[in-house]
């Protein structure tokens, strides 16, 4: 039996996957492993495969294209019961994989390499990403999920092949990292971190990774699977700061030393509450649709209700605020009449017009939120082939 195979992703490595192999080939005779290297090449043209083949590694052709896609058909491939993954540029070191291995054995689900308690040689990483990239995601990373792991994007980690096949990772392209990451950590794996070493790779031209672009997908999937930082945290303030501010402002003037809130601040706080309340429909209807196809694991505690929200009771909410709204406008017209509806004191009719339109709105945005609602319930249904339908 295959106790480990060490993946190696590759697109046009020639000048070092065979150093990569020869490396991990020696790791495997000082540690006594049965092991197998497997090459998933994505398009080389560059002889890598050929090169990769006489080395000793298995070649796995992969034609879709994408980081994520290569290591996703390399993983399913592998015949190993633990797998270590890492680039064919000769950036790490395969003759080093001890520290992984130990841990998988010690029942860890996924061991990551972190490159800053290891160490960096100079050249091996851009300025840009050793102190502003790989920090600042790694940091929201940890913040939005709670993870132990301080180098979220070290591309040398090992990982238990069936445990991370469970997770039925998606993304194809680089962000398929952070999605590994993430998901073991929204799914209870057991994680570790291991120290790990980064050299200048060997591959004399450009690297695949682009700074800005790969930047902003990896943050992209971080934001998109944290509906609770993206939504509800602040939808909740915008909501808390908007209410607060209307109810000290509906009464009258408010001084504060140099300067006096008035009904134009009032408009504001009615608009901040508003957002934040739509925000806030956004989180639970978003972590109730993440739930239902599997991308999170379960909705948290205090966003539970949402699941147990009936149509019915949505649109009896709605209704009571539309209706509420109503009649507070139904007052400012009552003020206006009273000036023989004539020009009138805005500071007056403002301060009943406008929470009379911000009701009527959040009235709307509660209704129309669980109409949405039960579209996200309605089941997926298999089309018959040969059927034929129309939208309207």
């Not at 147990?308 to 009552?334: D, K, P, T």
């Not at 209704?367 to 579209?375: C, G, R, V």
């Amino acid at each position: 039996m295959i106790e480990l195979t060490v993946l190696m992703p590759c697109l046009n490595e020639a000048l070092t996957v065979e150093t990569c192999i020869r490396k991990a080939l020696s790791f495997f005779r000082r540690a006594g492993i049965n092991g197998e290297i497997v090459v998933a090449d994505n398009g080389s043209t560059d002889g890598s495969v050929q090169l990769a083949q006489a080395a000793g590694a298995r070649v796995l052709v992969v034609r879709e294209r994408g980081y994520g896609a290569a290591l996703a058909a390399g993983v399913r491939a592998a015949r190993g019961r633990y797998i270590i993954m890492g680039d064919s540029d000769d950036s790490y070191d395969f003759s080093r994989l001890d520290a992984f291995l130990e841990a998988l054995r010690a029942g860890s689900d996924l061991v990551m390499g972190n490159r800053f308690a290891g160490g960096i040689a100079e050249g091996a990483m851009p300025p840009l990403h050793r102190y502003l990239g790989n920090p600042v995601l790694s940091f929201i990373g940890r913040l939005f999920f709670s993870s132990p792991i301080r180098d979220f994007h070290c591309g040398l980690r090992g990982f238990v092949r069936d445990a991370v096949l469970a997770l039925d990772l998606q993304s194809p392209g680089m962000e398929y990292a952070s999605e590994m990451v993430v998901k073991a950590t929204l799914y209870g794996l057991q994680i570790s971190e291991v120290p790990t070493t980064l050299a200048p790779d060997g591959r004399g031209r450009p690297p695949h990774l682009r700074s800005w672009r790969d930047g902003w997908r990896h943050l992209r999937f971080l934001l998109i699977h944290a509906p609770a930082w993206l939504f509800l945290w602040p939808g909740l303030v915008l909501l808390c700061v908007g209410l607060s501010f209307a109810a000290l402002l509906v009464r009258g003037p408010l001084p504060l030393g140099f300067l006096t809130l008035d009904f134009h601040t009032l408009l504001y706080a009615a608009v901040a509450a508003c957002l934040g309340l739509q925000m806030v429909l956004f989180a639970g209807l978003s972590f109730v649709h993440c739930v239902a196809i599997g991308v999170l694991p379960a909705m948290p505690e205090r966003l539970k209700f949402f699941q147990s929200v009936s149509l019915e009771r949505g649109l009896v909410i709605g209704l009571v605020l539309v209706v509420s709204g109503m009649l507070m406008a139904l007052r400012s017209v009552q003020l206006w009449s009273g000036e023989g509806f004539k020009a009138i004191d805005p500071g007056v009719v403002m301060r009943v017009a406008i929470p009379a339109a911000a009701l009527v709105l959040a009235g709307m945005q509660v209704s129309t939120s669980a109409f949405l609602l039960e579209y996200i319930r309605l089941a997926p249904r298999v089309r018959e082939r040969g059927g034929r339908g129309r939208s309207t």
